[in-house]
């Protein structure tokens, strides 16, 4: 074999190389985004709603809870974030008032709807949801939800939160 030939061979697996470990670190990152969205404060919202919106979680619907209690879902509709609230359990109708509440002190039109789920304490009815229809941008949306999380539940910046699919 010519060494300009040995050359060109040993070109492209460098290349091939190179595009396989900038792969690899592509991918660790992601995860690491991914696996560490696991104990979210609210220092971490701004990280957590940008990369939710670019679609980089994989969803356009997810919720951050942290006691089942406070369950917010987020749902991406023509790229604005509205807000739902799903009463699961008796104990949320109280928030679910805090809710509608801060939504008419917004002026935040609040559509009440089910998806047929069941609630947990009385699985013959069907669990109420409350969708604020906020339309949040990306830079709207970390404070209006601290905002609801601190005004609604009574959440701290020291609250932990993890997601819901």
Known sequence: MTDSRQFVILTRLLALTVVLLLLYI?????????????????????????NFIANKLQSNFIGLTSNNIDCLN?????NYVNI??????????????????????KECKIVRLSYKNKM?????KNAIVYQLKTKLNKEE?????????????????????????
């Open 84 to 105: 739902e609230f799903e009463v699961l359990y008796k104990e949320q109708e109280v928030f679910a008032k805090k809710l509608i509440d801060f939504a008419k002190k």
């Open 141 to 165: 949306v970390t404070p209006y939800v601290v905002e609801v999380y601190k005004t609604v539940f009574n959440c701290t910046k020291n609250t932990l939160f993890h997601l819901v699919f």
């Open 26 to 50: 592509n991918n660790s990152k992601s995860k690491k985004i991914i696996k560490n969205l696991d104990n979210l404060t609210f220092d971490d919202f701004p990280l957590f709603f940008k």
């Open 120 to 124: 947990k304490d009385n699985l013959y």
């Open 74 to 78: 987020f749902v991406i509709r023509n």
